[in-house]
């Protein structure tokens, strides 16, 4: 991103956080920016540009702490803990603007639809980043189950003033536990002989 494409989110964030997002017009993060109004839609022709462009750098901040080895210690739960931890201390800083975001997507439906295919690809990149496979049948699956994760764990987040994030810890635990004993399950029933063994033929009541 561009030192003019910084300098526009980061006034973008900080006008919706201040005003709500309906209330913030392209011409207003401009003028905040210290930019042309043309050189501006260059860079982002509408708010939603401005939006995804927001949810990215969460992205790219996540993908910068995250190890190119995996411990081989550590459990797939362990792993999208931790990158999911990291993702809400790097929301923390925003966590005004993203209130507004959240607002504004539940009032227009246009705009909601305009950000889940950003949020997928955000959860997706997060399965990655914890070398959990997000392709395929599987993977959209996994999509789905963080996405339900994260938009539980985000009311938690919203609300948890503790220095060290442990309410949103504790909420983030609780659910990942809760999605990998459905997980084992699921795959227990998939892997089970009887599920998967040719059936005979019938047997008479008599014999």
């Not at 210290?34 to 982002?44: N, P, T």
Request: neutral net charge; without cysteine.
């Amino acid at each position: 991103m561009t030192a003019d494409g910084e300098k526009a989110l980061d006034a973008f964030l900080g006008l919706i956080a201040e005003k709500g997002y309906a209330d913030v017009a392209l011409r207003d993060v401009a003028q905040a920016a210290g930019l042309e109004f043309a050189d501006l839609y260059r860079l982002y022709p509408d708010k939603t540009a401005l939006a995804a462009a927001f949810m990215a750098r969460i992205d790219a901040d996540v993908m910068a702490g995250t190890a190119s080895s995996v411990d081989p210690e550590e459990t797939a739960r362990d792993r999208l803990f931790d990158v999911m931890m990291r993702r809400y201390d790097a929301l923390r800083p925003y966590r005004a603007a993203l209130r507004a975001l959240r607002r504004a997507g539940t009032r227009d439906p246009m705009l909601a639809m305009a950000m889940g295919p950003g949020l997928r690809r955000s959860m997706a990149a997060m399965l990655e980043a914890a070398s959990l496979a997000s392709d395929g049948v599987p993977g959209a699956l996994r999509q789905n189950g963080l996405l339900a994760i994260h938009y539980a764990v985000s009311r938690v987040f919203d609300r948890d003033d503790t220095q060290d994030l442990s309410k949103t810890m504790a909420a983030l635990d609780n659910r990942l536990k809760t999605a990998e004993r459905w997980s084992q399950l699921f795959d227990k029933y998939v892997k089970s002989p009887r599920a998967s063994a040719p059936s005979g033929p019938p047997v008479s009541p008599d014999a």
